[in-house]
C-alpha cells in the first residue's frame, strides 16, 4: 500500500489574521457565504466586512444552528445555492466548521476556515464528524480535499474561553499514541494510505511540544494573551495535530470519544475532553508502562483535562452505570471504528474494563477514595 500526507492548501497564523482574510479570499472567489453561529458573528462581523469591502468583495451571512446533523447541513447547502456565492468560508468552532466544509463538498465551491477557538484538529482536515441532532455520533464524512485555507487568528483564540483552549490539547493528546499504534498495525490512514516518517514525525513533535508548552500556554489564556507558549500549543492543536491524525492514523482513543457519547450524562464535556480520557482508555488496552501511563496523567491533571469518568459527567453511583459504560464500549467497538486500526483485536469487553481501569488510574492519580 501507498504511503499519503495530505494537508490544506495554505495554513496562516498569528495574531489579527482574521483581518486579512479578504485577501485569501479574493483568489477563490467573487462572492463569500460566512457561516457562523450568532455570537460569533457578534465578535468577528465588524473584523470580517472590513476586510472584506478592502477586496471589494461581498459576502452572504448564514446562522449556524448548533448541530453539524445532516439536516443543518441541508438547510445551510440550500441557503448557499440561493446565495448566489461562489466560496464558503466557515468562522467558529469545530461544529460549525464542520457543517461548512460539508456545504462547500456539496456545493462544489472552495472553502477558507477560521477557527476562533483552538479546541479541535479537525480544521486542517478532509473530513466532517457528523452527528444527529441529539448530538451523537453518526458517522465521518470524508472529502477529496483538505480545505484551501485554514486561517488562525491567535489574538481570538487567546480571548476565547481557557477550557476549549485545553479541550484542543486533549484532542491532540491522542495524536501521537493513536499514530504509532497505526503505524505499528500498518493499517490505513484517514488521508487513504500507510503513515509516513513525516506524518509521524509531526504526531511526535506533537505531543512533545504540548508537554513542553502546555501549561505555560495555558497560564497565558487564561489571562486573554497570546505568548510564544500560545502560539506554539495552538499551531500544536490544529496543524500539528490535524495532519498528525489525518496522515499518520486514529485508532483507540478517538473510537472511545465516540463511544462516550452514547451517554447523555457526558453530552456537555467537550470532545478534546473525551478524547483526553480516550487515550488514558487506550493506553490501559496497550498496557502501556506506568511512565507513560504517568506521563499522560501529569499532563492532564496539569493542564485541566479529565481523567476520571465522573470528570466526564458519569459518577459511580449513576442510574444503569455499567450498562452505560458497555453500551459505550459497544458503539466504539462498532464496525468501521478506528479501534479496529490497534495492533491486537479488541473486543468490547476489553474496552469495557479499560473504561473503568482508566479510570481507577485518575482517581489514584488524584488520590481519590477508590
Known amino acids: 500500500m501507498l504511503k499519503v500526507l495530505q494537508s490544506p492548501s495554505k495554513y496562516v497564523q498569528g495574531p489579527d489574521a482574521l483581518a486579512k482574510i479578504a485577501d485569501y479570499i479574493a483568489p477563490l472567489g467573487k462572492k463569500a457565504f460566512v457561516i457562523a453561529d450568532e455570537f460569533v458573528f457578534s465578535l468577528v ?3 470580517v466586512e472590513k476586510s472584506c469591502q478592502t477586496q471589494n468583495i461581498p459576502y452572504s451571512e448564514a446562522i449556524f444552528q448548533g448541530e453539524c446533523s445532516a439536516k443543518e447541513i441541508d438547510r445551510l447547502s440550500d441557503a448557499f445555492k440561493q446565495s448566489g456565492a461562489d466560496i464558503v468560508v466557515g468562522i467558529g468552532g469545530g461544529k460549525t466548521l464542520d457543517a461548512a466544509k460539508a456545504v462547500a463538498h456539496y456545493g462544489h465551491a472552495p472553502i477558507i476556515i477560521a477557527p476562533t477557538i483552538a479546541s479541535t484538529d479537525a480544521p486542517t482536515s ?22 484551501d485555507v485554514v486561517l488562525m487568528d491567535t489574538r481570538i483564540i487567546a480571548n476565547a474561553p481557557v477550557r476549549l483552549f485545553v479541550a484542543g490539547m ?18 490505513t490512514t484517514m488521508a487513504g494510505g500507510l503513515t509516513s516518517l513525516a506524518a509521524m514525525s509531526l504526531a511526535t513533535l506533537c505531543y512533545e511540544t504540548l508537554l513542553e508548552e502546555g501549561f505555560k ?9 497570546s505568548t510564544k507558549a500560545v502560539e506554539n500549543i495552538v499551531e500544536a492543536n490544529t496543524l500539528l495535530s490535524g495532519l498528525g491524525f489525518e496522515s499518520a492514523g486514529l ?7 465516540n463511544g462516550l457519547t452514547v451517554i447523555e450524562a457526558c453530552h456537555d464535556r467537550y470532545h478534546g475532553e473525551k478524547v483526553a480520557f480516550g487515550t488514558l482508555v ?33 459518577t459511580a453511583d449513576a442510574p444503569n452505570y455499567h ?47 477508590i
Not at 170 to 187: I, N, P
Not at 251 to 257: G, L, N, V
Not at 335 to 345: A, L, Q, V
Open 217 to 225: 500556554a495555558k497560564l497565558a489564556v487564561e489571562n486573554k494573551v
Open 282 to 314: 487506550q493506553l490501559v488496552l496497550e498496557n502501556s508502562p506506568m511512565d507513560e501511563i504517568e506521563e499522560v496523567l501529569d499532563f492532564c491533571t496539569q493542564v485541566g483535562l479529565p481523567v476520571t469518568l465522573a470528570e466526564l459527567g458519569l
Open 45 to 47: 462581523k465588524e473584523i
Open 170 to 187: 486533549g484532542d491532540a493528546l491522542a495524536t501521537y499514541f493513536e499514530a504509532r499504534s497505526c503505524s505499528e498495525a500498518q493499517k
Open 251 to 257: 485508532a483507540a482513543a478517538h473510537a472511545i470519544h
Open 126 to 147: 478532509a473530513l466532517s464528524v457528523i452527528y444527529t441532532d441529539n448530538g451523537e455520533f453518526e458517522s465521518y464524512l470524508l472529502y477529496p480535499k483538505n480545505p
Open 323 to 369: 450498562e452505560l459504560l458497555h453500551a459505550a464500549a459497544e458503539l466504539s467497538c462498532a464496525k468501521g471504528e478506528t479501534i479496529h486500526n490497534m495492533p491486537f483485536e479488541v473486543k468490547v469487553e476489553d474496552v469495557y474494563a479499560a473504561l473503568l481501569t482508566a479510570d481507577r488510574f485518575g482517581r489514584a492519580w488524584r488520590n481519590e477514595d
